[in-house]
């Protein structure tokens, strides 16, 4: 089991930069792939951005693209996501995700997928 921790949301101004961090428990974060997603009111969990077990391949949402990225220091048991250039539609509490995964090179984009989650941070960019 891993429990994740996330931290680094706030309020932060349009254009601004924010990195969330989120850091997991225990001593297998290497077998886990990694994810993270958004919600924000009256809309549907939506997967931002994830990372391989090895961290050799990510994805991210077509409204994040070129904007975010998503890394992981597996000697540190964390995962982050590094957003530049954010606009007010960005605002949602953000949430990391883990699974088990068994191939290295392989990210997951539906959150049904995912085995842990973390409790969330809210971030708020205001116009």
């Known amino acids: 089991q891993v429990q994740l921790v996330e931290s680094g949301g706030g309020l932060v101004q349009a254009g601004d930069s924010r990195r969330l961090s989120c850091a997991a428990s225990g001593r297998t974060f290497s077998r886990y792939a990694m994810g993270w997603f958004r919600q924000a009111p009256g809309k549907e969990r939506e997967c931002v951005a994830a990372?391989?077990?090895?961290?050799?391949?990510?994805y991210y949402a077509d409204s994040v693209k070129g904007r975010f990225t998503i890394s992981r220091d597996n000697a540190k048991n964390t995962v982050y996501l590094q957003m530049s250039s954010l606009k007010p539609e960005d605002t949602a509490v953000y949430y990391c995700?883990?699974?088990?995964?068994?191939?290295?090179?392989?990210?997951?984009?539906?959150?049904?997928?995912?085995?842990?989650w973390g409790q969330g941070t809210q971030v708020t960019v205001s116009s």
């Open positions: 990372i391989s077990q090895s961290g050799g391949r990510a």
């Open positions: 995700a883990a699974k088990v995964s068994y191939s290295g090179n392989y990210y997951y984009t539906s959150s049904y997928e995912y085995d842990y």
